[in-house]
Structure formats: structure tokens, C-alpha cells
């Protein structure tokens, strides 16, 4: 889930900027291709068989369920600030990026300022995929969060400084940072939640880190009009540094605190479900 999300966004931005550059007619290739992606989502999504409870009517899977399950809403509560923080750090690259490198680092080639928007996600990719099998689950979490503070201190600067090879540097340890985080986040509260919850906790973790990743985004807009472009991504990274910090702390004091249910595992009846269904499977 976290895997999939990161590289959709940086293979998307990545191909736009080629788009941008190559193409005769851009918008059409972009939304083109974006139209038929969704598509096959949709045939696939319908040829798929049903994997939790009874069968329901398309009616009722349309019904809207955003919520925390009681047994992890003291977990999401307290990887609510790192989540924050760090989807308004892909804020800060994916929203403000492009105008940043074209306008301060002057890079005007559509292609070139594909790649250094998107290697942040794509970098969150890698590091989700590659990285996370080799830590501990805890110690991966806090180290993103180590990383992203670095990298957005290190975009702060390429910001400031105009140096475009301090933003592609940023923007790869962010990244790095921002996988460890995000798939660490998702990986201590799904086991804590029955398989028929799942669906309306990722509606509420990704309702979180979409608001973070885009209000910010607009108010930052809004604030380069009054003082400028980068002074506004400038302060829009030092909010970011403040909240990641906050998100950092919270896990720092998390030992000890966690209630017994917040393991990997889950709650009892978390766990049962999980041995029932493998007993089904298996049967």
C-alpha cells in the first residue's frame, strides 16, 4: 500500500515531464494515459474475487466509511504528527517543486524537471521496497524520520542558496525518509484492526495525509504571492521540520505507553480472525 502509492506519484510526474517535452499535445498524452489506467483498475477490481466477509451490492460498497478502529486509534493518534509531517514534506517537492526548480534554479526542460520533482517519491519507493525488509520495523520509523528532517533542512537550503544539486539530494533523503515512515505507519496499525476494518482506516490515514499534503500546499501558494516564492517554500519547510520533529518525538516516548494490543500482531481478536481465515485457506 505505501509501496504503491509513492511510485504511482513519482512514475506519474516522471512521465508528465516527458510528456511535457515531447509531446505534440501533452494534456491529451497525461490524461490519456491516467484515463486508461483507471480504467483497467476498474476491470481488474471487477474480475477480482471478494476476499473479506459476505458479498454486498455495489450500492452498499459505494457507501462512504472513513473511520479508526478502537483498537488502534491510540496508535494512529500517535503516528498522526509523523504523518503530518511527512506528507507536507511531499508537499513541499510535489506541490511547489516544479515552480521552485524552474523559477530559482532555473531548469526550464520539461523532462529534467520531471525527474528532480519526482525523486522524492520514488525514492520513498525504493526505500519501502528495498530498505524496510532489512530493520526493524521500529528503528526504520526512526530513522525516516531522521532523514526527512535532513533532507527538507537540505531543500530549505537549496531554496535559499539556489543550488539545484542540494534540492535532488533533499528530495532523495526525504524520500528515503519518507517510505521508512509511511510504510512503518501503516505497518503498526493495520495488524491492530480486524481485515473487514482496513478498508475505512486507510480512508482516514490517507484523508490525514492528504489534507497535509495539500492545504499547506495552497497556503504556501497563497503566501508566495505576498512574499515571494521561495521565502514562502522557505517557511512552508520550516513548518514542515516542526511538525516531523513533533512526530519524531511522539515515537521517541512511545515506549512503554503503547497499550498491549498495539503489537505486531494485533488484538486478540485481530489475531483470531487472521488464524481463522489462514485455517480457511488452508482447508
Known sequence: MS???VAGLGIGVVLTGVA????????????????????MAIVVTAASPETVGERQGIGDALVLRIGVPSAARTAFARTAPGMIGIWMSAGLVLG?????????????NGAALGLVVAAQPLAAAVSALVLGPLMPPRRFMLAGYVAVLAGVSLEACSFAAGLASLIICG??????GFGAVFSSTLGLLVPLTRAQERAKLFSAVYVVAYLAYG??????GFLSDAIGLVPAAVIYAAATLVITAAGLIVSLSRTGSMPSDALPGGTQEARAHDVRASTSSAA
Open 171 to 176: 528530495a532523495i533523503i526525504t524520500g528515503l
Open 20 to 39: 511535457i517535452q515531447f509531446a505534440a499535445a501533452p494534456a491529451a498524452v497525461v490524461f490519456g494515459a491516467a484515463l486508461a489506467i483507471i480504467v
Open 215 to 220: 492545504v499547506p500546499t495552497i497556503v504556501a
Open 96 to 108: 511547489l517543486g516544479a515552480s521552485i526548480v524552474h523559477q530559482a534554479l532555473h531548469i526550464t
Open 3 to 5: 509501496i504503491a502509492s
